[in-house]
T-cell receptor, first 120, second 116 residues
Framework: AQTVTQSQPEMSVQEAETVTLSCTYD???????LFWYKQPPSRQMILVIR??????QNATENRFSVNFQKAAKSFSLKISDSQLGDTAMYFC?????????????????FGKGTKLSVKP | NAGVTQTPKFQVLKTGQSMTLQCAQD?????MYWYRQDPGMGLRLIYY???????DKGEVPNGYNVSRLNKREFSLRLESAAPSQTSVYFC???????????????FGSGTRLTVV
């Protein structure tokens, strides 16, 4: 069974600075996806960034980037130039790849989350 | 707006009462999911439906039933609510795998359920 571990229950960062959220996972699978989801106080789950395990290049989305270390089973999220709107719970998630065309995506397995506070 | 719609947004039940949480998506996704979120626990999968006509248990199915009514709708039923089912419930959906597909789920806005 796959597990996802986020070892930092809470973090804080000053506005405009950089922060890194940690995530490790355990799996015997070779084909999978990794995700970071953001949950602001509005409760909505928002996809921040995704990474395909077969891609060596780290994914980036504007101020958000990941450090994907497949051998170490590590998937950290770096937020640059932190903004007050980045204040939220952040969840790391794992998905096993089940099929290649026309089938169902796998089930998302979530870590317990990291509560990030951006201070002015 | 296209997306996943959950109703109701808030609900208070007495122990032993029943209710159905409704979920509908208009993105022509084939798979749908129900999760619960508890403080310090992340999101845990209750049930899922890989395609219309199929449903399967997730990590925490006890006390729940589901119905995949059609491709758009996936409901979650609590037959006899218990205080341990106090939680925030999320419905989600995902498209089938294939070239160019953005992997990951689209989530509804959640239902906060309190059982007293």
């Amino acid at each position: 069974a796959q597990t996802v571990t986020q070892s930092q229950p809470e973090m804080s960062v000053q506005e405009a600075e950089t922060v890194t959220l940690s995530c490790t996972y355990d799996t015997s699978e070779n084909n999978y996806y990794l995700f970071w989801y953001k949950q602001p106080p509005s409760r909505q789950m928002i996809l921040v960034i995704r990474q395909e395990a077969y891609k060596q290049q780290n994914a980036t989305e504007n101020r958000f980037s990941v450090n994907f270390q497949k051998a170490a089973k590590s998937f950290s999220l770096k937020i640059s130039d932190s903004q007050l709107g980045d204040t939220a719970m952040y969840f790391c998630a794992f998905m096993k790849r089940l099929s290649y065309y026309g089938g169902s995506q796998g089930n998302l397995i979530f870590g317990k989350g990291t509560k990030l506070s951006v201070k002015p | 707006n296209a997306g996943v719609t959950q109703t109701p947004k808030f609900q208070v039940l007495k122990t032993g009462q029943s209710m159905t949480l409704q979920c509908a998506q208009d993105m022509n996704h084939n798979s749908m999911y129900w999760y619960r979120q508890d403080p310090g626990m992340g999101l845990r999968l209750i049930y899922y439906s890989a395609s219309e006509g199929t449903t399967d248990k997730g990590e925490v199915p006890n006390g729940y039933n589901v119905s995949r009514l059609n491709k758009r709708e996936f409901s979650l039923r609590l037959e006899s609510a218990a205080p341990s089912q106090t939680s925030v419930y999320f419905c989600a959906s995902s498209p089938p795998t294939g070239t160019g597909v953005n992997y990951g789920y689209t989530f509804g806005s959640g239902t906060r359920l309190t059982v007293v």
